[in-house]
C-alpha cells in the first residue's frame, strides 16, 4: 500500500488531510469539554472545515471563479470551477446558522432551567431529581402494597 | 493558522475569547475558501460567521456565564474516538483523486452540461446563481423554509414572559397574546 | 452606550451604507457574488448594528417586531407563490417560462430576481427577530463587570 505514496501523491492529498486534522480538532471538542456553548464552538469548526473539504473537490488548476464576463463573451479557453460544490455548500452554511440560532436559544433555555451550562452540573442535578423521583415513587407503591 | 485557531479553541477557558476566536476562525476560512475559487461561499461565510454568529453567541454569553469550569474527566476515551475517527477518514482519502484534477469524476457528468446550457437558457453570469435560483430552485425553497422554521422556533423558546424586561410590562403582556393569537 | 461618543457618530454614518450595498448585493447577485442570503444578512446586521450601539427601543421604533414577524413569513410567501403563479398560467411549478411566454430567457431573469428577493426578505426577517429575541432578555452579567 505504501507504494503509491510518492510526492505527488502527498502533496495532492494534503489538502484533504489537513482538513481532517481540522475537523477532528472541533470533534474533540464537542467530545471532550462539557460547556455547551464550547460545544457549539467546536461543531462551528468541525462543520466550517467539512465546507472546505468538499469545495477542494470541486476547484480545477488554473481555473477561476464560475462567473462569466459581463457581456457573456465566453472565451473557449478558460477552465471554471465546478460550481455544483458552492451551491450545496451555501445551502449548508444557511442550514448551519439556522441551528446554531435555535441551539443557542436553547441554552438560554436551560441556564434558566437548571442554573448552570456545564454537563457535569446538568447531569447531577437530572440524577438527583431523577433518585428524588424514585423514592416518591417507591414510596407510593410501597404504601400501597 | 486555520489550525493554531481551532487548537486555541481548545484550550482556551474564557468563553469571550473561544467566541472571538470562533470569528477568527470563520475570517480565515472565508480568505481560504476565495483561494480556492468559491467567492460566493466566501462571502456567505464571512458574513454569517464573522457577523451574525459572533453576535448571537455575546447575546448567550451576556444571558449565561463568561467562563467554563474545567471537567474533571480525564481527556484519553475522547483522544482515542478522534484518532480511530480520524484515521478511518485518512484510509478514505486515499481513494480519492489528486487536489485539483479535471479528470476527477466530479467534474463529469452533470457539470460541463451546466456550464454549457446556462449561458444559453439563463443567460446571466453567475452561474452559481443561476443554479441556485433556476436549476435547482426547489432546494432553495426548502431552505428557506428551513430558515423561516429556524426564526419561528427561535421565537417560541425566547418570548416567555418569564424575564423579560421590565420596562413597559403591559406592552409585553399584549404582544404575546399577539403572536399566541398570531401562531394559532 | 451613552458616553461612547466616536460609536454613536460612526454608526449613523455607516447604517445607511450598510442598507445601500445590501440592497446593491440583492439586486446584483446575478452579474457578481451575492444574492438573496448574503444580502439578507448584510441588511439584518444593519439593524443589529443600530440596535446594539443605540438601545433596542430605538430600534424597535425604526423596525418594530411585529413588521418583522410579518416579513419572516412574507419572504416564502413570495417564493412559493412564484411557483404557484407558474402553476395557474398552465405551467410547472417553478416554471420560470411563465414568467414571459414570448422570451423564456427574459423569464428566467425576472423569476430569478423575485425569488432572490423573497429569500432576501425572510433571512432579514429572522435574523432581526432572532437578535430581537435575545436582546429583549434580562442579562444576567451587567454591563460593568465585561
Known amino acids: 500500500m505504501f507504494q503509491e505514496f510518492t510526492w505527488e501523491f502527498i502533496v495532492g492529498h494534503m489538502n484533504y488531510w489537513l482538513f481532517i486534522v481540522l475537523m477532528m480538532t472541533g470533534l474533540y471538542v464537542v467530545v471532550a469539554r462539557g460547556n455547551l456553548v464550547k460545544k457549539l464552538v467546536g461543531l462551528n469548526i468541525f462543520q466550517v472545515s467539512v465546507f472546505m473539504l468538499y469545495i477542494s473537490v470541486g476547484k480545477v488548476t488554473g481555473g477561476t471563479a464560475p462567473i462569466f464576463p459581463t457581456d457573456m463573451k465566453i472565451d473557449p479557453d478558460v477552465i471554471y470551477s465546478n460550481p455544483l460544490p458552492h451551491v450545496l455548500i451555501l445551502t449548508a452554511i444557511v442550514v448551519g446558522i439556522a441551528t446554531t440560532s435555535l441551539a443557542l436559544a436553547l441554552i438560554v433555555r436551560i441556564r434558566e432551567a437548571y442554573d448552570t451550562i456545564e454537563e457535569a452540573g446538568i447531569l447531577e442535578i437530572e440524577s438527583a431529581i431523577c433518585r428524588e423521583e424514585n423514592r416518591i415513587h417507591g414510596e407510593a407503591m410501597g404504601g400501597r402494597g | 493558522m486555520l489550525v493554531i485557531t481551532a487548537l486555541a479553541v481548545v484550550r482556551t477557558r474564557s468563553l469571550f475569547a473561544v467566541v472571538m476566536l470562533s470569528g477568527v476562525f470563520s475570517l480565515l476560512s472565508a480568505l481560504l475558501l476565495v483561494t480556492l475559487d468559491a467567492v460566493d461561499v466566501a462571502f456567505t461565510e464571512a458574513a454569517v460567521g464573522a457577523g451574525i454568529s459572533t453576535v448571537l453567541m ?61 449561458p444559453h437558457e439563463i443567460g446571466i453570469p453567475n452561474v452559481v446563481t443561476a443554479i441556485l435560483a433556476s436549476y435547482r430552485g426547489y432546494d432553495t425553497l426548502g431552505e428557506t423554509a428551513v430558515v423561516f422554521t429556524a426564526g419561528v422556533g427561535v421565537l417560541l423558546l425566547l418570548s416567555g414572559l418569564r424575564r423579560r424586561r421590565r420596562e413597559d410590562g403591559d406592552d409585553d403582556d399584549d404582544e404575546e397574546k399577539e403572536e399566541e393569537r398570531g401562531q394559532g | 452606550m451613552r458616553h461612547h461618543l466616536i460609536l454613536r457618530v460612526v454608526t449613523k454614518l455607516l447604517v445607511g451604507t450598510i442598507i445601500l450595498f445590501a440592497l446593491y448585493v440583492q439586486f446584483h447577485g446575478d452579474y457578481s457574488p451575492g444574492g438573496g442570503f448574503q444580502a439578507g444578512v448584510i441588511m439584518a446586521v444593519a439593524f443589529i448594528l443600530y440596535g446594539i450601539v443605540f438601545s433596542l427601543a430605538k430600534v424597535q421604533q425604526v423596525f418594530p417586531p411585529w413588521l418583522v414577524h410579518k416579513l419572516v413569513a412574507l419572504g416564502v410567501l413570495i417564493y412559493a407563490g412564484t411557483g404557484v403563479y407558474s402553476l395557474l398560467t398552465g405551467y410547472n411549478y417553478l416554471d420560470y417560462t411563465a414568467l414571459n411566454p414570448s422570451y423564456p430567457e427574459y423569464g428566467q431573469e425576472r423569476g430569478i430576481l423575485l425569488v432572490e428577493f423573497g429569500v432576501g426578505v425572510t433571512v432579514t426577517g429572522v435574523m432581526v427577530a432572532v437578535y430581537y429575541a435575545f436582546a429583549a432578555r434580562t442579562p444576567v452579567i451587567s454591563d460593568e463587570e465585561w
Do not use: K, W
Open chain 2, 58 to 118: 455575546l447575546s448567550t454569553l451576556a444571558l449565561t456565564t463568561r467562563h467554563e469550569r474545567p471537567s474533571g474527566a480525564s481527556p484519553a476515551i475522547p483522544l482515542f474516538v478522534v484518532l480511530v475517527v480520524g484515521a478511518a477518514l485518512f484510509y478514505g482519502t486515499l481513494d480519492m483523486p489528486n487536489f485539483g484534477s479535471a479528470e476527477a469524476p466530479a467534474m463529469q457528468h452533470v457539470y460541463p452540461e451546466y456550464m454549457e446550457r446556462a
